[in-house]
């Protein structure tokens, strides 16, 4: 039944009430919950990124952009490439830039998965997390097999690479 504020309560939680309700003459589509900035040329990142699309089931809950397209400016973030490749990022609905476990926190949220994170968030918890994903981030380019023993060539935007 209607709860006055556009959403029905069921026994699974709420819903839109009328999700094909029109805008003028096209469905309402909903800002996405979060914009992460991901570099769809790391394999791990990749997979990860598909999972989050598989998961949305075409709701617009989350886009992705790809940080290593050709064409993509950092800067249109506040950011820079090389900022953006040694941590994920996401932008929230409300224009503010997010990054490391808290971009991960609301990935999930938005998919309707934030319990399964919601742990990394408690106090204590949080410190730990955080501090191993900045870890595994400083690290996802060698498992990713992009690394070698002269340096990690990432590819940037236009064909270009940076070593790292």
Not at 102 to 130: M, S
Request: proline letters at 6%; a positive charge; aromatic letters at 8%.
């Amino acid at each position: 039944m209607p709860n006055g504020k556009g959403f029905d309560r069921t026994r699974r939680g709420l819903k839109p009430a009328n999700p094909q309700a029109p805008c003028g003459e096209m469905p309402c589509m909903a800002e996405p919950a979060i914009k992460v900035l991901v570099d769809l040329s790391c394999p791990m990142c990749r997979r990860e990124a598909a999972l989050w699309r598989r998961l949305d089931r075409g709701r617009g809950r989350i886009a992705l952009v790809d940080i290593a397209a050709t064409g993509f400016d950092a800067s249109d973030y506040g950011c820079t490439q090389a900022g953006l490749m040694a941590s994920i990022h996401g932008v929230l609905a409300d224009g503010r830039v997010i990054e490391g476990m808290e971009v991960f926190r609301r990935a999930y949220g938005a998919v309707g998965l934030g319990w399964l994170l919601a742990p990394t968030a408690w106090p204590g918890v949080r410190r730990v997390a955080d501090a191993a994903y900045r870890a595994f981030a400083k690290r996802r380019l060698r498992w990713s097999g992009w690394c070698r023993e002269n340096g990690c060539a990432v590819p940037q935007q236009g064909g270009q690479s940076f070593l790292r």
